[in-house]
């Protein structure tokens, strides 16, 4: 079993930056990938950045991920009002040797951006 833990969200204005970050816990031999979605009011869950950046993402955010410490850190600067959302930790991991990877999720942190 994984837990992943998110902290770092709050409340920023336009133009503004956070830094997100991701730690994972539990019981697994490996975690295989650590990635960021982001789910805004009414709207599905979407990837902000795992192996690809999201085209709204891209050229301004960084991910960076320590693989023996098992986080992951989203850098978002330029905050627009419609990046208000939900965002998610998510990790794909090997409970041991011999299985296949399991999805796991976040509860989530909170990222408003005022206008």
């Known amino acids: 079993q994984v837990q992943l833990v998110e902290s770092g969200g709050g409340l920023v204005q336009t133009g503004g930056s956070l830094r997100l970050s991701c730690a994972a816990s539990?019981?697994?031999?490996?975690?295989?990938?650590m990635g960021w979605y982001r789910q805004a009011p009414g709207k599905q869950r979407e990837l902000v950045a795992g192996?690809?950046?999201?085209?709204f993402a891209r050229g301004r955010s960084t991910t960076t991920r320590d693989h023996a410490k098992n986080t992951v850190d989203l850098q978002m600067n330029s905050l627009q009002p419609e990046d208000t959302a939900v965002y998610y930790c998510a990790a794909d991991a090997l409970l041991d040797r011999a299985g296949s990877p399991v999805d796991y999720w976040g509860q989530g942190t909170q990222v408003t951006v005022s206008s």
């Open positions: 539990g019981s697994f031999f490996s975690i295989i990938g």
């Open positions: 192996a690809e950046y999201a085209d």
